[in-house]
T-cell receptor, first 110, second 113 residues
Framework: RKEVEQDPGPFNVPEGATVAFNCTYSNSASQSFFWYRQDCRKEPKLLMSVYSSGNEDGRFTAQLNRASQYISLLIRDSKLSDSATYLCVVIRDAGNMLTFGGGTRLMVKP | EPEVTQTPSHQVTQMGQEVILRCVPISNHLYFYWYRQILGQKVEFLVSFYNNEISEKSEIFDDQFSVERPDGSNFTLKIRSTKLEDSAMYFC???????????FGSGTRLTVV
């Protein structure tokens, strides 16, 4: 089983739509969770951390379910500029390596 | 905003040659990493470096690879005797106190021909 699994997509949505991505992780010792965004041939950029209580940053909401080892990202009111690959990332402990999922590609159309 | 700088942005090398990829991490960061991404595939961990030594490495990071922090500011990845399958984007990252808040450099695209 892959350590971090994501649906690769692509998710094709119209502007203004709400879209949700899911991610599962296999290592129950994982302690920290993140969503990164990667544009084509660019470096991953941190979008947001994911907390057990759930957290929101503008149009983006992240949720973590430790019991099910499941992470989600919700994007409301999609913009054309949201088109990118969204990477689910887990880490066991501070200073340890990031383990990336394969990414979910989002394409927002006019 | 502080950034991680990588050079060169693109390097083409012949199979069997040695390459050195260079990174300047954010100045007060303590944790340093190399990751790679083969075209169309996921980002993969290579090695982490803390307190002037390797703290963790993946099975990809075999004897062909080495890292160095030669002068307290640069962080280098050396690939000896490059193979075609080493062609990838190589990302350097650094992290601050506690190791969270990683920042990635813009990457070096390595093409082995």
């Amino acid at each position: 089983r892959k350590e971090v699994e994501q649906d690769p997509g692509p998710f094709n949505v119209p502007e203004g739509a709400t879209v949700a991505f899911n991610c599962t992780y296999s290592n129950s010792a994982s302690q920290s969770f993140f969503w990164y965004r990667q544009d084509c041939r660019k470096e991953p950029k941190l979008l947001m951390s994911v907390y057990s209580s759930g957290n929101e940053d503008g149009r983006f909401t992240a949720q973590l379910n430790r019991a099910s080892q499941y992470i989600s990202l919700l994007i409301r009111d999609s913009k054309l500029s949201d088109s990118a690959t969204y990477l689910c990332v887990v880490i066991r402990d501070a200073g340890n390596m990031l383990t990336f999922g394969g990414g979910t590609r989002l394409m927002v159309k006019p | 905003e502080p950034e991680v700088t990588q050079t060169p942005s693109h390097q083409v090398t012949q199979m069997g040659q040695e390459v050195i990829l260079r990174c300047v991490p954010i100045s007060n960061h303590l944790y340093f990493y190399w990751y790679r991404q083969i075209l169309g595939q996921k980002v993969e961990f290579l090695v982490s470096f803390y307190n002037n030594e390797i703290s963790e490495k993946s099975e990809i990071f075999d004897d062909q690879f080495s890292v160095e922090r030669p002068d307290g500011s640069n962080f280098t990845l050396k690939i000896r005797s490059t193979k075609l399958e080493d062609s990838a984007m190589y990302f350097c990252a650094s992290g601050g106190q506690g190791g969270f808040g990683y920042t990635f450099g813009s990457g070096t695209r390595l093409t082995v021909v």
